[in-house]
């Protein structure tokens, strides 16, 4: 039993195609409709997140043409306008459709975000614009979850509105105060299930929706990331940080624009340390070779891809009950994921403490001139994902072997099939051990003539971190 309440839409001129279990329904919906669609869905079911520029700046002006002039229309013929997909729906009179999006992550916008980020812009500035007030600054909303967030607070001014449009008088009043009338049609796209009381068909559409979002959206470059977060193959990764680190969470960018400062792709390279140690990629049963070490570095979209053609193996995740997303069900995989989860953290405690590592045999990190050329006036640095205080900023290429050098600190167990930790990677990375350890490395970047590309990039850098890691691990006790 749902608890998603209907959604009411109107489609003028529409006409109905039937294929197989999909159904589609072409019509055109009037714009004040449309506001029912924005109450009731965000964008869980498009891949990307829209994002206010050029693109939409150019439908609101195509919307205007349309609103507060009187001639042509031309908005439905510059338009693919929006898609709608959903699983439950009702036919009323009128050409109305009673629709419920139960299932949010596939259906409701599969394509057409950024025409209903300019569509609703558009709708809440006439409506602030009738109530006398100032219209959202573009500044303040740049993402369709700011729109949203300014659309809620906005809603009595919209309903006032709205109010005012049905009626001939209160029409009249705002097209002569210039302001728009919502009088332009909305081309609409909507797939529904050929029956929806038949369980095979049911199950048959709403795994299909997954595969059609996707077509639709390749015309827009969709990233090889973006499609793995919707099928699914980042949830478990992605719930292990909301558990253990939910703050941080907040700010993983898991598809594209969606506000997050900390690119999933960066994580995803570091999940290759504890990765690597699982039977998947060696031995008999393995799905995929794994990245090279020097990949976290200079390889992150090769890490990404192998990261995707692991989890799209069925020994390691399957379909949900919906068929529509994939779950992630192997127990060392998802050992391996646990541990990296642990590693941004360690990865900014070893940023902090890098420069003392180079200068306690006698070096002058401030000296380098990659290093020199990080820093700035203001004399203020922090670390890459936690944000923490730093004396002195870090190139990528120096600091990424010595992170891997941590794959020493882990082993996998035969016994329980797992990947962990034999050391707490908190504590270790503080010890004088891993800090020997790590000046015994810095010698590396000497060798490498100070060039953090010769470094992050030199295989040698990755194996000699590792070995003293393995080194301090032998001498080290909690």
């Known amino acids: 039993m749902t ?75 510059k338009t693919k306008g929006i898609l709608l997909a959903t699983s439950q729906y009702e036919q009323l009179d009128r050409g109305r459709y009673s629709l419920i999006f139960d299932d949010r992550s596939i259906e409701g916008v599969l394509d057409g975000g950024h025409n209903m980020l300019a569509i609703g812009l558009y709708i809440l500035n006439q409506a602030e614009i009738a109530a006398g007030k100032t219209t959202p600054r ?46 332009f049609l909305i081309p609409t796209e ?3 299930p050929a029956d929806q009381n038949d369980a095979e068909c049911l199950e048959t559409f709403r795994s299909s929706l997954l595969e059609i979002c996707d077509a639709r959206n390749n015309n827009a470059q969709l990233t090889a990331g973006t499609k793995g977060n919707k099928e699914g193959l980042f ?82 995740s399957t379909a949900n009950t919906n068929g529509t997303e994939k779950e992630l069900h192997d127990q060392q995989v998802l050992s391996a994921l646990k541990v990296a989860v642990d590693i941004p953290r360690a990865f900014d405690l070893i940023y902090q403490s890098f420069p003392k590592y180079y200068n306690r045999p006698g070096g002058s990190y401030g000296k380098i001139s990659a290093v020199k050329s990080m820093q700035h006036k203001s004399g203020e640095y ?43 990677p908190y504590k270790f990375v503080q010890s004088k051990d891993f800090a020997k350890a790590a000046e015994d490395y810095c010698g590396v970047i000497r060798q490498s003539e100070y060039d953090p590309q010769k470094v992050g990039k030199g295989k040698f850098s990755y194996s000699s971190a590792e070995t003293f890691v393995k080194v301090a691990m032998y001498h080290y006790h909690e």
């Open 3 to 77: 608890h998603e309440s209907p959604v009411t839409i109107r489609l003028k001129q529409s006409s109905e195609q039937t294929v197989g279990v999909i159904k589609r329904v072409f019509g055109l919906m009037p714009a004040r409709f449309i506001v029912n669609v924005i109450d009731a869905l965000d964008l869980e079911a498009n891949p990307r997140n829209s994002r206010l520029g050029s693109v939409t700046d150019a439908i609101e002006a195509s919307i205007a043409n349309d609103d507060l002039n009187q001639g042509q229309k031309l908005f439905p013929f």
């Open 138 to 183: 573009k500044r303040d909303v740049n993402l369709w979850a700011d729109f949203k967030r300014v659309w809620k607070e906005a809603r009595q001014d919209i309903d006032s509105y709205l109010q005012r449009i049905a009626s001939d008088e209160g029409r009249a009043e705002l097209e002569q105060d210039g302001i728009g009338t919502l009088n």
């Open 190 to 192: 909507m797939l529904i």
């Open 235 to 316: 949830d478990a990764f992605r719930s292990l940080f909301e558990e253990k680190e939910p703050e941080f969470a907040r700010n993983i960018s898991w598809k594209t624009n969606d506000g997050g400062t900390i690119e999933s792709r960066n994580l995803i390279a570091l999940a290759w340390i504890p990765l690597s140690l699982t039977t998947w990629v060696k031995g008999e049963d393995a799905v995929v070779d794994p990245p090279k070490a020097t990949a976290i570095y200079s390889g992150k979209g090769q890490c990404l891809d192998k990261y995707l053609t692991l989890m799209r193996d069925p020994r390691i």
């Open 382 to 424: 922090t670390t890459p994902f936690f944000g923490l205080d730093s004396e002195q900023p870090v190139p990528d290429g120096f600091i990424y072997p010595l992170v891997y050098g941590l794959r020493a600190c882990m082993e996998y167990d035969s016994d329980k099939n797992e990947v962990r930790w034999r050391v707490n």
